[in-house]
């Protein structure tokens, strides 16, 4: 995610965030906030269900990350593994330029700032909606 991006974010509390997207501040969507602005990394549904409790409902949870990400509060990931983490931070696609590191030992997957985003020529007729640059490898913890 952008610097000022991730800066904004992580600056503004969690109500000031809900109310600045037009969004009702329930208690769920403070701790779902709240969690991400805690975490150094990417989550995924799995992470969020257990940190958050076996009391939050699946469709409601799905629901908040799939408005927080319409919102730019959060960005999807696809590593690859068949799971969606989530990221603080708006896409990369809306024109928040990032990378992903993905670790093949512990597979948790970092939000990499300061990493030039490649240029593509695609073929005539060819239009892209987004790319996604993942970076393979072991982290430090591993």
């Given at each position: 995610m952008s610097e000022k991006n991730a800066v904004e974010i992580m600056d503004l509390?969690?109500?000031?965030?809900?109310?600045?997207k037009g969004l009702k501040k329930t208690r769920l969507r403070i701790q779902l906030?709240?969690?991400?602005?805690?975490?150094t990394y990417a989550q995924s549904y799995g992470d969020l269900k257990k940190a958050?409790?076996?009391?939050?409902?699946?469709?409601?949870?799905?629901?908040n990350l799939t408005t927080f990400e319409e919102k730019?509060?959060?960005?999807?990931?696809?590593d690859h593994s068949g799971i969606t983490k989530y990221?603080?931070?708006?896409?990369?696609?809306?024109?928040?330029?990032h990378a992903h590191f993905v670790c093949e030992c512990?597979?948790?997957?970092?939000?990499?700032?300061?990493?030039?985003?490649?240029?593509?020529?695609?073929?005539?007729?060819?239009?892209?909606?987004n790319v996604q640059t993942i970076i393979h490898g072991i982290?430090?913890?591993?």
């Open positions: 509390d969690c109500l000031e965030l809900l109310d600045g906030l709240q969690y991400f602005k805690d975490t958050l409790g076996a009391h939050v409902d699946k469709s409601t949870l799905y629901r730019g509060l959060i960005h999807g990931i696809n990221a603080l931070g708006a896409s990369p696609s809306s024109g928040h330029e512990c597979e948790i997957v970092y939000c990499v700032k300061d990493v030039e985003q490649p240029q593509y020529e695609v073929p005539p007729g060819f239009k892209p909606k982290c430090s913890n591993c």
